[in-house]
């Protein structure tokens, strides 16, 4: 029963099932039919029921949305991200790493969306300063919708004095 | 769609010339009377005679490319072999571990190195799409491609190259550099991991240590259904499932690993040229058509992993080393035991060890100062917390949020109140302002490839009661509690098809004396911060002295639960507690059997960095089958001689039996 929850829950979260998707979660990621559901589900895994049922397969999350060669499906093209989705796609994914290192003023999450985003290394210090400075409007923001938070960011640095300039997107 | 350039190709030019001429100048008759005249042309011949022509012209060529093929024995080539996954098999021939049939263009090419070769050829003239990704041969199998257009110099003329627009835009967003091994360690609390797992990353031009979390791995995993249920590990072991390959982002992995399953990972740079790095991408694509049944010991993650390596470096031979198991730390150790394969190492901790290091690093105030305020911000405006200095306060406010993180991926649906601690916990970190100074992390267990190999065996001798004895073991795997650890997880055991022959002297007797199917311990230390149970199960077969029986064989299932704790009075003890049930079959009890349950204390304990001690003893009570109870003592030291060589002396005690051994143990 779990796993089915879990199984679904993928399935929505990558567009598979696109119109269910569209009913349970109106508008909360990336246009490519994402739920917020990410990894929320997947962490109920933790007891120990279905851990011995994934033993002998190394049976992991998201494996079929990412396949090789698989042609186009939800967020992805051939496997691969697809460019205007590669953005938001990770604040979403990556949303509790990334308000941890927004409020700690740094991080490899956050390093890596300020690249995504077209912040060059040498910024990346102002670039964390200014999220921390704003870490409880983000996370609100982000909360409610990733897509939105990048936004934000985004909005942020093109009235930011030093990285308005430095900004290469 | 793949564009598809063809023979035809300058009448289909000329078409759409001549098509948006009609369009732009409506107005001049002449063109548009040329135009129609030129349409009906082409419609008349384009079907007909240019294809007629060149199927001429393809099947010629094409039967010169199969001879010169056949003339330079390109199907018994290594790079052929490689390309289509072919092994020998016991009867000489070839057949080849892939089992999707859309992989080979000849229905023979699962046996067949040469009609594969012929077929493949032939499909490379054709835009008819093949395979699961769905495209023409030459851009389904890329790599093939490619070898074969080199060995064979393909004329572009008479074999036009056909543009790969899907490989292309794929094999261009990795923006390829080098790759680098994965190995999210064993974690023995999460049976799915015992083992551990191995994958590869592709790491990008231009990265840093910081965001490599952006590269895409190729991993390879069975493809489970749904409402699998208890099916699930037995297809797993018996190739039941299919395995396919995948690009996950690296980030999802680090999440999967290092955040929810709280498991170390170690990942090796491997040097690889900039051409190795192009052709394992290549190859990697043709396997987007590929599909292998999955067997868990063998055909699993890590060895399919190597296949892919040895195509990128054919001079490596990987997967010949394996012949019956492919355990993952043991791919690590052959990656490194390689000269000059690989170029660096780099550790990325697991929660919980970044937040055990950083437990050790504080003064005990200050480490409980910060799991309060995991548990009550009002911790938050208490002198104690406001006298520190900012970067104590950022430090223990970061620990706070890593405590409640941690809870929060580690039960069953948490409490929405830790989520919203570690809101707070973090809204009050961001108005200090300051970012948080870079922790190192030194590893609790060290890499794979410093620990002992998988198997062992080992030779020993001893006296048992009023006998003398020597005897024999084999160990297919994997570790136990006394085993050298360097390398392995602390505090867990797994060993799996063990034997041992026993030899006594005065009776003149050589016996089975104990084989093991599965032998699993898996002790927790538990603190304020970590509360996971301990555990264990054992089921096999050993050799018991009860009543009248001087020696009979007694199979047993045993299984506990309980708890540990870990203490640093001389260098490190982990003192454990089991209650737990056991069944024993033999015909030395009334009945044949006895089913009960009982209770062990130990204490494990490591001595200098070679010399580790264990001592347990057990009461176990049986109420069902034979009614009697057992006390049973076992002591056993290990002394590590060379990373591959220890001593052992072990001391076990029942009611009347008494067994003294000493054994050398080799692991190889």
Known sequence: MLKKVIMLSVAVLFGMQAGLAMAANPDTGPGCGLGKLAWADYSHQKNIGPQVLMATTNGTFGSQTFGISTGTSGCTNDGKVMAEEKTTLFAQLNFENLSQEMAQGQGEHLASLATLMGVPAEQHAAFFAMTQERYTSLVKTGEASPVAMVKAINDAIATHPVLAQASTR | MPRIQSLPKPQLANNQHGASTL?????????????????????????????????????????????????????????????????????????????????????????????????TLKQFFSDELVGRSKQPAQCAFVARYEWLRNRLRFDENRLPPMACERFERWFADFEAQSITLIFPSAFLNNPASMFGHTLLRVDQRGQTDSTRILAYTINYAADVPPDAGIAYPIRGIFGGYRGYFSTIPYYLKVQEYRDIENRDIWEYRLNFTGDQVRRLLMHAWELGNASFDYFFFKENCSYHLLALLDYADPTLYLTDEFLLWTVPADTVRLIASKPGLVSGIAYRPSRSNVIRRKREFLPASERELAHRIAQDLGELTSPAFAQLGLAKQAFLLDLASDYLRYRIETTDSPPPELKERNRAVLTARSQLRIPSQEFMVVPFAKQPELGHRTSRASVGGGWRNNDTFEEQTIRAGYHDLLDPEIGYTPNAQIEIASVTMRTYNRINQTRLERATLANIVSLSPMDSVFHAPSWKINAGMNTIRFDSCQLCSNGFLNGGIGAAMESHWLKREVMFAFAEAEANYSRAYEEDHRVGGGGTVGLLTDLTDRWKLMASGSYLRYALGDKSDDFRWFVGQRFTLLQNLSLRLEYNHRDHDNDVMFSMQAFF
Request: aromatic residues 10%; negative net charge; hydrophobic residues 40%.
């Open chain 2, 23 to 119: 369009e732009s100048k409506p107005r001049v008759f002449l063109t548009r009377c040329w135009c129609i005249v030129l349409l009906l042309f082409i419609l008349l011949l384009a079907p007909t005679s240019p294809v007629d022509a060149g199927a001429l012209i393809e099947n010629e060529y094409l039967v010169e490319l199969i001879d010169k093929g056949l003339e330079a024995k390109l199907a018994s080539e290594q790079e052929w072999h490689l390309l289509l996954h072919y092994r020998k098999d016991l009867f000489g021939g070839y057949s080849s571990e892939q089992d999707d049939p859309g992989f080979f263009m000849s229905p023979d090419g699962k046996t067949n190195p040469q009609a594969e070769l012929d077929a």
